[in-house]
Each structure stands twice: as structure tokens, then as C-alpha cells.
């Protein structure tokens, strides 16, 4: 299993999440002192384990910890303002990441993780709960414009944009994908006309979403190694034990 642990680490750092540690590195100073709580990457990640002491295998591990410094940036930034749209492209990257894992656990792991940050899980799932029924009800991407819950935070973020105090993050980003599925259409003028609305860059989205799909491509990658590594060991510690048996006899 030390080799699954090697190949699933380097896969998990080849990401673009790694970016992140770096970014906070260099972005201590203005994280303590901005945000309310002014708290540390290493206060957030603190929290996560003492809320969760449990050991999580490094192919989940790995990427959770990426994901968790950079919302921790993105939480203490000056410009943050919780959104449903954030936390339903959050709730997306997190279960398709943990996708596999020990379902009794999972939720253990996101409550601590998004209590670690000083925010409400229950807020998380409900909001992203409601946002993509309203989303499959509006059925079109131009209906998310007419839908009263779609529409009202596609609209809180286009102000907040205006006004210039809009904070671009990957979530929100991923959390407008999402609703677009859930309205049936993902097409790139679908795309384009809700990115639009709020006055995000094309590139920016382009580029991070083609990203969140390759993390999520090198994460099955990963587990299916494991997988194919645990089942060869528990097949050679059979066959062991079998030999043990014979000789006994």
C-alpha cells in the first residue's frame, strides 16, 4: 500500500489545486488580517482535524486539504459574501470527490470541514439542495433568469459585481455549471449567457472549468489504482494464508 500512497499523492500535487499552497504561503499577512475571525490557514486546517481525527487515505486526503486552503482564502478575503451558488458548486466538488468513500463518514468529514471555516453545513446543503430543484424546475438556461431563487442570486452576484466587490472564486464558478445542468443545458451559449449576466470573464471560466474536470479525471484515476492494488493484496494474503493451511496439514 505504500506505492498506492505514493502514486495517489503525486497525483493529487500534479492538480491545479496545488497552486494553492503557494498562494497561501505567500498570502499569510493578508489573511490574518482581513475576514472577521481573522484566522490562519493552519488555524482552519486545525480545526478540520480536531473535528475530524480520523485518518483519511491520501487519495481522498490530499485533494481535501488542497480544496480546504484555498476556500480558506477565499473565506477570509475582504471581498467573501457567502453565496448558494458557492456552496452548490462547493457541495458538487466535494461529493464527486469523496465519490466512493465510506458513505457513514462522509458527511462527518464535510460538517467538519465546513465548520472549520466558521460556516454552517446545514446552510451549505440546504441552500445547494434548493438551488438545483429550482434550477431543474426553471428547465432552460434562460429560465434560471426567470425563476425566482435562480434568478435572485444570479442577480445579488451581477450587483455585487457592479459595485466592484464581486469575488471571483472556482465555486461559484462550478456551482453556475451546475445549475445549468440541472436546467438541461450546458451548451457554450448557455454558458455564455449566464457568465455573461453576472459579468465573469469567459477565459477565467473556461480555463477552471476545464481544470475541475481534470482533477475529477485524475481522482478516479487514483481511486481505481488503489482499488486495483487493494484487491491484489487481498488476493496475495489469501493465497498466503491458503499455502499456511496446506503445510499445516
Known amino acids: 500500500m505504500a506505492m498506492a500512497q505514493v502514486r ?3 497525483v493529487a500535487r500534479r492538480n491545479g489545486w496545488t497552486q494553492t499552497n503557494r498562494n497561501a ?3 499569510r499577512t493578508l489573511v490574518q488580517a482581513s475576514g472577521p475571525y481573522a484566522a490562519t490557514v493552519g488555524d482552519t486546517k486545525a480545526k478540520f482535524y480536531a473535528a475530524y481525527p480520523k485518518p483519511i487515505p491520501s487519495v481522498y486526503n490530499n485533494v481535501l486539504l488542497e480544496l480546504l486552503v484555498q476556500q480558506h482564502l477565499y473565506r477570509y478575503h475582504k471581498n467573501y459574501e457567502y453565496s448558494p451558488v458557492f456552496s452548490t458548486g462547493f457541495c458538487s466538488v ?3 470527490v469523496m465519490e466512493g468513500y465510506e458513505t457513514e463518514e462522509v458527511k462527518a468529514i464535510f460538517d467538519a470541514y465546513i465548520n472549520s471555516l466558521e460556516e454552517s ?7 445547494a439542495t434548493r438551488m438545483e430543484a429550482a434550477a431543474e424546475s426553471a428547465g432552460s438556461a434562460d429560465g434560471l433568469f426567470e425563476n425566482a431563487e435562480t434568478s ?3 442577480n445579488q452576484a ?6 466592484g466587490k464581486f469575488l471571483y472564486t472556482k465555486f461559484f464558478t462550478i456551482g453556475l455549471f451546475r445549475l445549468l445542468e440541472k436546467a438541461g443545458n450546458v451548451d457554450p451559449a448557455s454558458l455564455d449567457k449566464v457568465i455573461s449576466h453576472v459579468g465573469i470573464s469567459k477565459e477565467r471560466v473556461t480555463s477552471d472549468l476545464g481544470l475541475y474536470k481534470g482533477i475529477l479525471n ?3 484515476m487514483a481511486k481505481e489504482l488503489m482499488q486495483e492494488l487493494v484487491e491484489r493484496e487481498k488476493k496475495q494474503q489469501a493465497e498466503r494464508e491458503a499455502e499456511k493451511a496446506t503445510k499445516a496439514t
Not at 121 to 127: C, H, M, V
Not at 158 to 163: D, G, I, L
Open 25 to 27: 504561503r505567500r498570502n
Open 121 to 127: 453545513p446545514e446552510q451549505y446543503r440546504n441552500d
Open 8 to 10: 495517489t499523492t503525486c
Open 94 to 96: 466535494f461529493d464527486q
Open 152 to 154: 435572485e442570486a444570479l
Open 218 to 220: 485524475k481522482m478516479a
Open 158 to 163: 451581477k450587483a455585487r459585481m457592479e459595485q
